[in-house]
């Protein structure tokens, strides 16, 4: 069973910086795309940032030019470096994890929070 840990999320204040990270428990076979969400409480869960198995990269337009999704296929490991945070910012993030072979399958980590404070 592939399991997700999170961690980096914490307290900062707005104009800060932090790094999440997302480690698989193995390796996922397949195409596998690595995607952060996040969900602000009374909020929709979010799509923030995606990396494809062939590198490519799409952002949310809130956190353009703020934000960077990179991946280490040898770490099984996914990373979003979050620059210039705002108080909006603020949320639950969430990693996910989507292989597709003859299947679809989506993995979850477990979240982290990240606090921006203004």
């Known amino acids: 069973q592939v399991q997700l840990a999170e961690s980096g999320g914490g307290l900062v204040q707005a104009g800060g910086s932090l790094r999440l990270s997302c480690a698989s428990s193995?390796?996922?076979?397949?195409?596998?795309?690595m995607n952060w969400y996040r969900q602000a409480p009374g909020k929709q869960r979010e799509l923030v940032a995606t990396?494809?198995?062939?590198?490519?990269?799409n952002y949310a337009d809130s956190v353009k030019g703020r934000f960077t999704i990179s991946r280490d296929n040898a770490e099984n490991t996914v990373y979003l470096q979050m620059n210039s945070l705002k108080p909006e910012d603020t949320a639950v993030y969430l990693c996910n994890v989507r292989a597709v072979t003859h299947l679809i399958r989506d993995y979850w980590g477990q979240g982290t929070q990240v606090t921006v404070s203004s």
């Open positions: 193995e390796t996922i076979f397949g195409i596998v795309n």
């Open positions: 990396i494809t198995s062939g590198g490519s990269r």
